[in-house]
């Protein structure tokens, strides 16, 4: 069975500071990655997906992953975190097929 | 840019309603999701749909139906609200993997 773990529930950076969030996966098969973002009362929106080929793949916002098979990790990073950035982060797993398993998000806050 | 819409965006109703949460994409897109979110916590997939009149239920059991009668329009209905149905509800349609949401709809049932 697949599944997603965030270690972190929630994270305070620096505005300026780097910002790493992490995710480890388990999944039977070649997965499909993803990291979304959601700000309050709004749905997900898409920050940058791996499928295959490079393992470090960019996104919008200035935001990167990286895709380490040995670990079964998909960790998120930005160099220099903007106010902005506060919003719940949720890293899936999945197929082509589009069903997604979800982890349990990390909460970002960013202080000034 | 995807585009998928919800309506409504915040519902309050009490217990014992019927209501229906509308979901649309003008994308042309095959398959489409309802996912149930409650605060503060991880997403889950409660119905599924890969084409019109197919639907399936997801990993998380859910009292909703769902109908895809069209490509564009895959509404969810519950046929008599309880406070347990208080959440919110994120609807979705993939192409080639990757998942478009619409803004969500919250509901609340007194």
């Known amino acids: 069975a697949q599944s997603v773990t965030q270690p972190d529930i929630h994270i305070t950076v620096s505005e300026g500071a780097s910002l790493e969030l992490r995710c480890n996966y388990s999944y039977g098969a070649t997965p499909y990655l993803f990291w979304y973002v959601q700000s309050p009362g709004q749905g997900l929106q898409l920050l940058l997906k791996?499928?295959?080929?490079?393992?470090l793949v960019q996104g919008i916002k200035g935001f990167e992953a990286e895709f380490k098979r040995s670990q079964s990790s998909f960790n998120l990073r930005k160099p220099s975190v903007h106010w902005s950035d506060a919003a719940e982060y949720f890293c899936?797993?999945?197929?082509?097929?589009?069903?997604?398993?979800f982890g349990a998000g990390t909460q970002v806050v960013v202080t000034p | 840019e995807a585009d998928i819409y919800q309506t409504p965006r915040y519902l309050v109703i009490g217990t014992g309603k019927k209501i229906t949460l509308e979901c649309s994409q003008t994308?042309?897109?095959?398959?489409m999701y309802w996912y149930q979110q409650d605060p503060g916590m991880e997403l889950h997939l409660i119905h599924y749909s890969y084409g019109v009149n197919s639907t399936e239920k997801g990993d998380l059991s859910s009292e909703s139906t769902v109908s895809r009668i069209r490509t564009e329009h895959f509404p969810l209905t519950l046929e008599s609200a309880r406070p347990s149905h208080t959440s919110q509800y994120l609807c979705?349609?993939?192409?080639?993997?990757?998942?478009?949401f619409g803004e969500g709809s919250r509901l609340t049932v007194l």
């Open positions: 979705a349609s993939s192409a080639r993997g990757e998942l478009f």
């Open positions: 994308m042309g897109h095959d398959k």
């Open positions: 791996y499928f295959s080929g490079d393992t």
């Open positions: 899936a797993v999945g197929d082509s097929w589009g069903k997604l398993q």
